[in-house]
């Protein structure tokens, strides 16, 4: 069976947003772009001499993207599509009809990674431009078949377009390098589910599993600030979605580098979610959540968090536990699923197991067959053993193959045994749906333990919850029928109406001040309201249109002046006191530093004049007046949000943060004691 967290899309992103594609015909030599020295880490140049080619209009070519692996390269994704729509790109699920295949890979196990492989070469055996992202790149710089490639590495997924560009003009780009602060979770997105946000919690893990291959892509653990992720959830929740997915490689682990965890994200994350939101828990290794389990508990029973919780066992020996290096026990295992089965009522507990690793036994796998016999869990994710070159379980003397396929033959027979869902026909539960549909063409709903359950294809069923009676269950699955008159939360038009509601009534700025300070909640209850009561003052009126218009342009021209006062640096030379040893000698020495102060620290100093100035509300009315997609960092990509963009961190150069503070306030106020005197100095001359 499918792991939850280890989801391999079947086709490309899907989105809303078009642009028509142009294709320029010339007939001339092809000369290297200026901007390709800026900052790509390598490039290579293809020159075409006197004859036809067909060359792409900057951002309106189509782009086709594909994903495998888990929901974290999936919100990746929705970023690189973002980023690509937000410039004049268009995203086309047809291969064939793209002028570029942008593929995100996966290195977790052998089949997504040869699935990858196969993609990319047939792409470029076609002679369509390919661009890989993800953590295969990233995890093996020098796997073959990539040389000549694009590729985005996980920590440059704000600069896709950037690389787009310079592959469409036949041209080899490279972004691997790690040393990079964290993407925004502020850029443009294009949700693969219009109801579905994906956040990552943060990149990278603590631990140092033998078999795994993620860490060499991903690192060491990265956490978003909490603040941050808040915000984010505020956000999302105002843009109309009706599920967030928290995911990261190991959710238990959040925020142990900044000094928070993952129950302190989980209390402020719970309070900001508002009517019609649903909040899935993702992935969390035993060692890490063993301190929060009455937090987790907490959380997990709150009525708008599903009660499910994906913990990866991989073995029930603690002989093997101890060879993978999972720096847990069977034991912590057990003591995890005991408590939330103890403290969640209903809860579901997925798990993976990982079958034939090099050291495990017979008797060593009797004790995994006995672990899953114990729990007999709805959700395990069987997977056989398969060495990720470069760790050291590859080096390890393998078991043979045919000893690992009937190891995983005997535990899936077990697995699929299992009875988990016979005691539900005959009750009635609460369902949340969104847009997904099953194979056979049935609506796809979750109960708050999230067991999926079939009803008649509904397409106002979307973005609600409703009473559904079950009445038939199968392995994997439960079928049942809606209740008439049972309906809560939002349809994805109703959703979509409160949208257009906000950006008018925030131009219009009628009653929606008071519920703007109210965050998310309030904001949804004011719109809905309106909505409901004149579904016609959900569309703009030709008035409205101009007057917003008009502003768009005003704002973008501020914000784009604000990018580049917070995007700039200037250099600065210290000098520094010589050693009294040194004049001794009577050498003539000096000494300085050159430092990079990043603009955005003088900026500020700005910012608070203005806010004296012009009171705190003006100055926010101001900063916020631009759209409500978020901010690209893309070159040539549109700016969206000047808030945003001042939380993107710039080089520190030499000195810590601290250093340039103090700098950069004593260059602010010493220039303003500067213009000052050299006024006062002319008006005395006068």
Known sequence: MEDIEDIVSSAGLATRVEAGGGVVKIKSVVAPSKRVGEGLDAIENDVVEEEEVSKEVPGTGKIFVKTYGCSHNISDSEYMAGMLVSYGYSITEN???????????????????????????????????????????????????????????????DRVVEVVEESLKGNTVKLLTTNKAL?????????????????????????????????????????????????????V????????????????????????????????????????????????????????????????????????LHIPVQAGSDDVLTAMNREYTRGDFETVADYLIAHVPDVTVATDIICGFPTETEAMFDETLTLMQKYKLAIVNISQFYPRPGTPAARMKRISTKVVKDRSRRMSAMFNAFTPYTHLPGRRARVWFNTEVSDDGRSVGHTKSYVKVLV??????????????????????????????TKEGFTQTERDARRRELVVKGAR?????????????????????????????????????TVSVAMGAVCALGEHVWHVLTHSTIRAKFGLPVPSALKALGLRVRWSVVQTLPLRY???????????LL??????????????????????????????????????????????EATSTFLFVGGVAMVLTGFLRSRSRK
């Open 95 to 157: 291969r064939e009809d793209a002028n570029l295949c942008l593929v995100n890979s996966c290195t977790v196990k052998d089949p997504s990674q040869a699935a990858f492989m196969h993609l990319v070469e047939k792409a470029r055996a076609e002679g369509q431009p390919v661009v890989v992202a993800g953590c295969v790149p990233q995890a093996d710089k020098k796997i073959k078949g990539l040389a000549d490639v694009s590729q985005v590495g996980i920590a440059h997924i």
């Open 183 to 235: 993407p925004s979770l502020d850029l443009p997105k294009v949700r693969k589910n219009p109801l579905v946000e994906i956040i990552p919690l943060s990149t990278g893990c603590l631990g140092s599993c033998t078999y795994c291959k993620t860490k060499h892509a991903r690192g060491v653990l990265g956490s978003y600030a909490l603040e941050t992720l808040v915000s984010r959830v505020d956000a």
């Open 237 to 308: 929740s105002a843009d109309g979605v009706a599920e967030i997915w928290m995911t990261s490689e190991d959710t238990g682990a959040y925020g142990r580098d900044i000094g928070s965890s993952i129950a302190e994200l989980l209390e402020r994350t719970v309070a900001a979610l508002p009517e019609g939101v649903m909040l899935r828990v993702g992935m969390t290794n035993p060692p890490f959540i063993l301190e929060h389990l009455e937090a987790v508990a907490a959380a997990l029973n709150h009525p708008r968090v599903f009660s499910f």
């Open 456 to 485: 008649t294809l509904d397409t106002s069923l979307p973005g609600t919850s409703h009473e559904v009676n079950l009445t038939a269950c199968s392995r994997f699955h439960v079928d049942g029928t809606v209740v008439v008159g």
């Open 509 to 545: 700025s009628v009653n929606m001040s008071s519920s703007a300070r109210g965050g998310a909640k309030d904001k949804w209850a004011a719109a809905v309201d309106v909505v409901a009561s004149d579904p016609s003052d959900a569309v703009p009126s030709s008035t409205d249109s």
């Open 602 to 612: 003088i900026t500020r100093h700005i910012a608070y004049v203005a806010r004296r």
């Open 615 to 660: 009171g705190r509300k003006a100055l926010a009315d101001i900063e916020g007046c631009g759209t409500q997609s978020n901010t690209p960092r893309s070159k040539g990509a549109p700016i969206r949000n000047a808030k945003a963009m001042r939380r993107v961190p710039a080089n520190s150069g030499v000195f810590g943060e601290g250093f340039m």
